[in-house]
């Protein structure tokens, strides 16, 4: 059973507080928490243009979306998602990209430079997060979660609806945010309609 988008909605908020209360996204408020939560009208106007399941963010922890994309994958695929929220004007600024694909594999290549730094679980997916290479070298076994901070990547495959079995690739790209909150920003992606 699915349930309503306002229950998700609801639950999604619910989760952020305790998570808030507990000292996990220091940096963030409960509003911002929920602060994108009312804001999925553009993702839900994509999904009948695409193949796979649209997802949208219920946090952007008090970032403006600053842009929203939709771009051809050629090839015959559909369309890919670009949602920016904050602006990329200084290293220490929060900023987040999301990029939204069909299939396992994104239909942009992902950045050079980084390595991985740690895997979480998000909607039943392992999500992978990589972090700038030390050093500014172009490839590295390993990054940190001060290197993630600086500029973070995350990959995960999430799984596609009844309606749209397709699964969908997401990439976020972030800089000057915790660990703590991308993985946050990530688990709170939810099927937009």
Known sequence: MTMPLASRILARTCVAALLLGSGGLVTATAAQA?????????????????????????????LPRTSFQVNSCGNGRSDYITAEYG??????????????????DGCTDGPDGVGPAATFTANGARAQVLGSCAGGKSTCAHSTQAL???????????PGSAARPTKTHIEVYSQAMTLAQI???????????
């Open 34 to 62: 929920a602060d994108a939560s009312p804001d999925l009208g553009r993702y839900q106007r994509v999904q009948p243009r695409v193949d796979y399941t649209v997802y949208g963010p219920m946090t952007s922890f008090g």
């Open 87 to 104: 602006q990329q004007t200084t290293v220490t600024t929060p900023w987040l990209t999301l990029q939204e694909s069909p299939g396992s």
């Open 148 to 158: 993630v901070k600086k500029q973070g990547y995350t990959i995960v495959t999430l």
């Open 183 to 193: 993985k946050a920003f990530v688990r709170g992606l939810v099927p937009a309609a």
